[in-house]
C-alpha cells in the first residue's frame, strides 16, 4: 500500500473539465504524416502539431486551465510564474484572454524575441540574475506584491491536466496508438500524457524522449528517485528543467521507458523534419524523432504517436548553420 | 464573337475527372489561419498548405493528371520534362507511382538539392546548359530517343486542370471566399483557379501575385498581350518563366487583377510567415501576403483564400540569412 501523497494529482475528470474550459481558446491542432519518415524509420508516424498551436506551443493548455478555471476574485488579482520559454507566453496570451493581469519574472539575459512576445501579448516583466537564487528572491517580492496566483509551468496540477488534453486530441485523430513518444523537460507534457492514456489507452506505450546532455530524467528513472541536474546545457533548452514531486509521480508511475539522443542527433532530426515535413518546429520536438532513428528496432511496424511542442524557433539563429 | 482557338481549353469536367483520378495520390492538403495575420492585415486570411503537399508543392497535381490519364500504351514511353524546379520533382514522383519512365531535362546549374530529389523519386535527370538554345536541342533529343509523353510546366491543358483541384478543396474548406490570391510565374496554378472558380464560385475576385523583379504578367494584363521578359532576376525563383497562350488565356478572361512586391517585401512577408505559421516555405510563397499586407484598403474586411505553392527551401541559404 502507497503512503498518502502531500499533493493533489489531477484526475481523468480534471483533463476533460479543462479541454471543456479550454477549447475556446486553443486550437485543436493537425495530425501530419510523412511517408519519408515512415520509410525512413519502418514505423507509421503521427505528428500532432503543437507548434501551429496559439502563442506557439502545447503549453497554453496548462496555462489556459489555470486562468480560465480561477474565480471571479482570484482572477482579479491576476497570474504569475517564473519562466523564461513558451509557458511565459502562453500565461500572458491565456491572461490576455480573460483580461487579467500577468506578471513574469525572467532573467534579463532571456531572447529579447521572448521578452517581445511576453509584452505583446499583455504580460508585464520583472527581470531577474540567470540564477535560481536571484528567480527565487525577485518572484517572491513580484507575487507578494501582486498577489496574483502562482501557475508554475509543469509542477501544478491544473497545468498537467490542461497538457493532458493534447494526448486525447491525438488519439481522437489517430484511432489509437500503440506508442506515443514526447520530450521531457520538467514533465509536465509526459504527466498530461499518462493522466490520460492511462485512462483512456492502458496498452499505450508512454516514451519520453530526452537530451544526453540534460538527462536528469533518464537517471532519475533509473534510480527511482528525483536527480536534479545542476545547470544542464543542450540546444533542446526547453528540456532544462528538472522534474519536480508531482511530474515524478506520473513519470515513475505511468512511463515506459526514456531515451536519450545527443546534440548531433538532435540537430539532423530538427534539420530533416523542417526539410521533409515543412515545418518549423523548436529543437526540443526534434528530440522524439532523434530517438526514434536511434531504436528503429523498437518501433518498427509500429503506430507512434509523436508530440511536436513548440514552433517559437529564432529564425536567426538556426543550429545547423551555427556549427 | 471570339476567334476560334488553335489549342485545347480545360472545361469543369476536366477539373473534376482529374480530381478523382490524382486522389488517391495526393494529400488534401490543410487550411491554415493565423489570426496575428488576420489582425495586421484586416482581412481573414485562408492559407492553403500545398507545401505540406506529395513532393513538396501543388505542382503533383498537374504532373499527376498528366502521368495517371496517359493510356497504357503511351505510359509504357514514359514521360518527358524540361524543369529546374518543382515540376520535375513532381513529374518524377507521379511517373515512380505510375511506374513508368520520367526523363527529366535540367540545367546544369540546377540545385544539387533539386536533383537529388528527382533521383530520389526515380526520375532521369539530363543536363543541358542553362540557356533556351541549349535546353530545347537537348530536350528535342531526349524526347527524339524516348517517345515519352511531353508534359509542359503549365502550358498544357492537362497541367491545368490538375492544378484547378486545389482551388475546388480550398472553397470546400472555407465555405467559400470573396478573394483568391495566388502568385504567378508561367500561370498553372492561377489558370486552373480561374477554371474552377469561373465555374463554382464566379463573384469570387482572382488576384495574381507577382515580384516586381519579373513582372511580365503584370505588364502583360496592363497591355492586352503576352510579355516576356528576357531574364527576370528574383528571390522567387518558381516565378520567372513567362506566360503562355493557354495560361493567358485564362489570365485575360478570368484575373480580376495582378499586383506586385519588392524583393524586401516579399523576403519580410517569408520571415513573417515561417515565424508566425510556423510553415516552411518558398519564397514565391510568399508574394501574395506582401501583396496584400501593401494593399490592406483593398482587402480589408475580406474573406480571403491564399494559396501557398511549396515548401522546397534550402535550408542552408534563407534569404533573410544572406543579405
Not at 58 to 86: I, M, P, Q, W, Y
Not at 88 to 96: N, R, V
Not at 207 to 218: C, F, L, V, W
Not at 285 to 294: F, G, Q, S
Request: charged share 20%; net charge negative.
Amino acid at each position: 500500500m502507497k503512503d498518502a501523497l502531500d499533493f493533489y494529482v489531477p484526475t481523468f475528470e480534471d483533463m476533460l473539465a479543462a479541454h471543456e474550459r479550454i477549447a475556446p481558446y486553443i486550437h485543436r491542432t493537425p495530425v501530419l504524416t510523412s511517408s519519408y519518415l515512415n520509410e525512413l524509420t519502418g514505423a507509421q508516424l503521427f505528428f500532432k502539431c503543437e507548434n501551429f498551436q496559439k502563442a506557439g506551443a502545447f503549453k497554453v493548455r496548462g496555462a489556459g486551465n489555470a486562468v480560465f478555471g480561477l474565480s471571479e476574485d482570484d482572477a482579479a488579482k491576476g497570474v504569475c510564474t517564473h519562466s523564461s520559454g513558451n509557458h511565459a507566453l502562453s500565461l500572458s496570451y491565456a491572461a490576455g484572454r480573460r483580461g487579467i493581469p500577468c506578471n513574469v519574472v525572467m532573467p534579463r539575459t532571456a531572447p529579447q524575441a521572448k521578452k517581445d512576445a511576453v509584452r505583446g501579448y499583455g504580460g508585464t516583466i520583472t527581470e531577474c540574475e540567470p540564477s535560481t537564487t536571484s528567480r527565487e528572491k525577485v518572484f517572491a517580492e513580484v507575487q507578494a506584491k501582486t498577489g496574483g496566483n502562482f501557475v508554475h509551468p509543469y509542477n501544478d496540477p491544473r497545468v498537467i491536466a490542461g497538457q493532458g488534453t493534447c494526448s486525447r486530441e491525438l488519439m481522437e485523430q489517430t484511432d489509437g496508438l500503440d506508442i506515443v513518444v514526447a520530450p521531457i523537460g520538467g514533465g509536465g507534457m509526459i504527466s498530461g500524457t499518462c493522466l490520460t492514456l492511462s485512462n483512456i489507452a492502458p496498452e499505450t506505450q508512454i516514451i519520453a524522449a530526452e537530451p544526453e546532455q540534460a538527462d536528469d530524467a533518464y537517471r532519475s528513472f533509473k534510480a527511482g528517485h528525483i536527480i536534479a541536474d545542476d545547470a544542464p546545457d543542450t540546444i533542446a533548452d526547453g528540456l532544462k528543467v528538472p522534474l519536480k514531486e508531482l511530474t515524478w509521480h506520473f513519470v515513475s508511475n505511468h512511463v515506459t521507458d526514456i531515451l536519450t539522443a545527443s546534440e548531433d542527433e538532435i540537430v539532423d532530426a530538427m534539420k530533416l523534419t523542417w526539410k521533409r515535413m515543412k515545418i518549423v518546429m523548436e529543437a526540443s520536438c526534434a528530440v522524439p524523432l532523434a530517438t526514434i532513428i536511434k531504436n528503429k528496432e523498437r518501433f518498427a511496424g509500429k503506430r507512434v504517436g509523436v508530440v511536436i511542442t513548440g514552433g517559437n524557433v529564432d529564425l536567426d539563429l538556426l543550429p545547423w548553420l551555427n556549427s
